[in-house]
Structures are given as C-alpha cells and as structure tokens.
C-alpha cells in the first residue's frame, strides 16, 4: 500500500454510499466533535483523511474506523465523546 496516494485501501463499511458530498459530510461533522480536542481533519484526494493537532502534527488516516485511534494518540489522552464541554458545544 502507497500511503501517500492511497492506493490499494480497502473501503471502510462508513464510507460505502454517498459519493463525494457525503465525504465533504462526513469530514465536517467529524471536525465540529475533534475541534473540540485541538484537532482537524483533511480529506486528500478522496482516499484518505489526513488528521492534523495545533501543534502541527499529523497522521495519514485510512478511513473513519481508525479516526479516533490515531485522534487519541495525538492528543495524547481518551477522547471521551460524552465529555460535558462537547456535548454542549455540540449542542449550540
């Protein structure tokens, strides 16, 4: 596998319908909760995800179900999704 083109990926079962407008989707949605960890996520070229920290780290990501393993290991801590201060901003 070629990490920086992505090719020969397997398709994550989150990422089978929708097409491009539904990644664009899924990569906003997912940037309202990480933003609240210091983190953002880039979609590059369709294929792969690419995470970024405020300390200008990153990560190539395969698909959504390694998304919050490679989020935590960036921030350095659980991401806790029921954590008061996100649920609330997620709510405004």
Same mark, same amino acid.
């Given at each position: 596998?070629?990490?920086?083109?992505?090719?020969?990926?397997?398709?994550? /079962?989150?990422?089978?319908?929708?097409?491009?407008?539904?990644?664009?989707?899924?990569?906003?949605?997912?940037?309202?909760v990480l933003d609240?960890?210091?983190?953002?996520?880039?979609? /590059?070229?369709?294929?792969?995800?690419?995470?970024?920290?405020?300390?200008?780290?990153?990560?190539?990501?395969?698909?959504?179900?390694?998304? /919050?393993?490679e989020a935590e290991?960036?921030?350095?801590?659980?991401?806790?999704?029921?954590?008061?201060?996100?649920?609330?901003?997620?709510?405004?």
């Open positions: 596998m070629c990490a920086l083109c992505g090719m020969l990926l397997d398709q994550h /079962w989150a990422e089978q319908d929708g097409g491009r407008r539904a990644r664009v989707f899924r990569v906003k949605l997912a940037n309202r609240h960890f210091g983190l953002r996520l880039d979609d /590059w070229g369709g294929r792969i995800y690419v995470l970024h920290d405020r300390k200008g780290r990153s990560a190539v990501v395969d698909n959504l179900g390694v998304l /919050w393993v290991r960036l921030a350095g801590r659980a991401l806790d999704p029921l954590d008061p201060g996100l649920v609330y901003a997620l709510g405004s």
